[in-house]
């Protein structure tokens, strides 16, 4: 088989990986020709649209979405092998997800997993990829410094990890990526159709994990001699390839320096919950920005650049912008949308789920999580079981402990007379008091991004507690039917002839003259 | 092929078409033997259950949904000769309708054929069975009067036919299903799920027609010489085999006396339209009751019993329930809902369509109907492209004519200066001033009958007179794409880079110290 060419040159000449130990990755960013030629090989090649899963019903497979388009673009630049490998690593490190998208993989956690404690196992914890999985050597590694700093400079893992020279630290973080809950604005009004696909997330993106690693801005003080005074932002570049109307480019996004200059806020992590970070997670080395979205938490960061102004990468000035409900097709711009960057107070209900049958004696179990970003914590956590007219605190005793940076997971039971099809819904105030809009229309956005409205369910309440109810559940066992299957007739009649004349006799539909 | 048999017995003996020229039809309210042995053989075997559409999605196929219990019923009595004929007249006389279930048959008029005129064309007016089909010779047909009458007796088609014995009589009226929009409470909550399919009705299970025949009020004057004074009640029973929990019926349903002694409310019809009645509605003779639900213009209609108390037919004493939000599998029996029998005011919109992209220039047409049960008519048609904040007024020009018994149709220019995903909704005004409650929620019942809500829909608005909105439009249409493919992604960036600099310049997202 010969290798496939562009104008008489191997692909794997014109988009090399020139560094040892560092497969999976090519450097785009430096090399302003190679991206030409890249873009010049993709406009000759037509690329199977993206799924419609907006107007059209989700697929209930696992994968659930398939990335036909960017696996494409890939093989389109003799880079197929990235996909492959990148596929394995997610059979290895993450067997057990909803794998919502195949490629650039996006998994969601699954809900028992979410609720097992406050920190999410590493194999369980939530992935929002970009582009392929790297592979780099952490001998191979180096982290450059450059742009606005005072001393551009080259770092190796070794030096990072050399407590002599870098005072380490740990801090347990919730990353939660801006698309978790997505569905339910989906479900609502369809918006935005990404080519890298917005994935249809429901309440599993996002999870908690203890960093270890070094502050950014004691790395950018001790190692590059602080910033020049016009530095306002620092851009992270991340090993990954990524694709943009036919553009390439490696994943860059950046933070405000204001955000960097708090020590606890902004590290560079090498270790996930005592382990070295797993592949898919960036390893050997991300950055953890807490409060943030998920996407500003580069991974596989080779290079650190001081800005004037924030990245020009467009995932930081195309993408995760907060439109107004009346922006979307006909005249949305990168510039009628604000960056995305801190997460406001949300929470969710992982139990029970959506349209289940519920049979309780007047209290219905719930649990779920509960977060604020921006340096916010979780103060209250509220339920109501009436759609939103009550409301129930969960007791300080049945929240996880507080973080400033993480989550808390809840357990309630609220209290349920009523029967028949309720809607239950939650509601966080965080430590400034913010509270979520009560419904998914107040936050709609065209990018589908942060659904921070209060989480809505519907179930079907089955109260005990009420003779009727409790005599027809143990006529239904009797008969070997279960009430769970709610829209299954019942096989016999409901009631026998004479109840049912004695009570349309005494209550007759027609009146009296 | 030896015929089938019951204790040595053909079935075709024991479940015979007893009268000539009475094809499809079995007398089972006179034979209780007959139905205990049809009950026996019912009992041994196994049948399909109902598909399962409400927690799970409705296929896009036509027919949608198939009645395979139903035909499975007919075939074990040896009746599949039953299914199979009423489906060639399904072919016949109802080629072009969404054919909602295939047997028993129920079709939804197509929404252009919906709003063609205030009158429904035969071949598109809706269906909904309970049972086959039968075919009656018109010369062979008797209709029976018994029960609480003063002078039983029958009377041939040639009887009620003739002028000089029973004056004739023309009424424009709308029939409606008692199912029509229940697709609407079925997305919000699941409800009942009956052995006969409660079919996901949209818009179209109503239409208008203009009947032909005599009052029932002046036959049974006439022919019976009154009724006794204890009756209270009609009886109506019709020529369709009808199955309930293993039970064996002929169609029977009932109205009070007191609708049926208003001589222009209950008739006997034999024309539709101009046109002898069409098998499939009934003919040779079929009752129309005016505002009521269309159950009880019962089809094929060959005896009418005169009662002290409403009908023991299932149909009408253990279906067609309106129930309280808190009533369900848990706790229903057939004597704690009320039977529906006037319908109450309620209307559609038919276009636009719900989640269409709609470009205007600051007004959006809209089409739909409006009607009331119970004797009411519409008065006034409100329109909100706010979702129910501000109403407008369909003018009086247009609305179509108004009749006492029949729907209106509209139509309506409605300002709308806002973009993106608008909700709008439409409710209807009687000359009770009775109007719809505001949300599906406020009336759903176990059921999923009567959705009388006002009908709310999604619509992605763009507003042409926007200089942004133009702008796009025209650059949309010169680079071969189109906004009413929303979700698929703009091929180009959105923005030239010196516009974006100049606008993030102007105002950056990071505040001064």
């Given at each position: 088989m010969t290798e496939p060419t562009y104008q008489g040159k191997p692909l794997s000449q014109l988009f090399p990986e020139e560094r040892a130990g560092w497969k999976g990755y090519i450097e785009w960013e430096d090399c302003p020709e190679r991206k030409a030629i890249g873009r010049e090989i993709l406009k000759t090649k037509k690329f199977t649209p993206s799924p419609e899963f907006q107007l059209a019903p989700i697929p209930d497979?696992?994968?659930?979405?398939?990335?036909w388009r960017y696996k494409e673009y890939h093989e389109a630049l003799g880079l197929k092998h990235i996909v492959d490998h990148s596929w394995e690593i997610v059979q290895k490190e993450k067997p057990d997800m909803i794998h919502l998208l195949d490629f650039p993989y996006n998994g969601e956690t699954r809900r028992d997993k979410l609720m097992e404690g406050k920190i999410t196992d590493n194999k369980y914890h939530f992935i929002r990829n970009h582009g392929g999985v790297p592979e780099i050597d952490e001998d191979a590694f180096e982290l450059e410094f450059g742009g606005l700093v005072n001393k551009p400079c080259n770092l190796t893992m070794k030096d990072l990890k050399d407590p002599n020279k870098f005072p380490q630290m740990e801090l347990t973080v919730t990353l939660q990526c801006?698309?978790?809950?997505?569905i339910e604005q989906i479900k609502e009004y369809p918006g935005e159709g990404d080519e890298l696909i917005q994935a249809p997330w429901g309440e599993g993106a996002i999870g908690t994990a203890v960093y270890r690693g070094v502050s950014l801005k004691k790395v950018l003080k001790i190692a590059c001699g602080g910033l020049k005074p016009e530095a306002q932002h620092l851009e992270f570049i991340g090993a990954d390839t990524y694709f943009k109307k036919l553009n390439i480019f490696n994943y860059a996004v950046s933070v405000p320096w204001r955000k960097v200059r708090n020590a606890e806020e902004v590290i560079l992590a090498w270790e996930m919950n005592g382990k070295p970070l797993p592949k898919i997670h960036g390893y050997p080395l991300r950055v953890v920005v807490t409060g943030?979205?998920?996407?500003?938490?580069?991974?596989?960061?080779y290079k650190i650049n001081a800005l004037a102004e924030p990245s020009m990468g467009p995932v930081q000035s195309q993408e995760y912008l907060y439109y107004t409900p009346q922006i979307g097709k006909h005249n949305v711009k990168y510039s009628n949308g604000f960056s995305i960057q801190n997460m406001p107070v949300s929470s969710a209900?992982?139990?029970?789920?959506?349209k289940k049958v519920i049979v309780h004696a007047g209290k219905i179990a719930m649990q779920g999580w509960s977060y604020s970003g921006g340096g916010n914590w979780v103060e209250r956590v509220e339920v109501s079981p009436d759609g939103g007219h009550t409301w129930w605190a969960v007791p300080q005793e049945q929240l996880t402990q507080k973080h400033y940076h993480a989550w808390r997971l809840w357990q309630v039971e609220v209290p349920v007379e009523a029967e028949g099809w309720i809607e239950v819904c939650v509601r966080t105030w965080d430590s400034s008091n913010n509270t979520e809009p009560t419904f998914v229309r107040s936050a709609w956005n065209w990018g589908l991004h942060v659904t921070s409205s209060a989480h809505r369910i519907k179930l079907y309440s089955v109260n005990t507690t009420r003779p009727e109810t409790a005599k027809r559940l143990a006529w239904l066992e009797e008969h070997g039917e279960r009430i769970e299957d709610l829209t299954v007739p019942i096989k016999e009649g409901l009631e026998p002839l004479d109840e049912y004349l004695a009570t349309v006799r005494k209550f007759p539909r027609e009146p009296e003259s």
């Open positions: 497979t696992n994968p659930v979405l398939i990335g801006s698309g978790t809950r997505r943030y979205i998920g996407a500003r938490s580069a991974k596989w960061v209900i992982i139990f029970p789920l959506d």
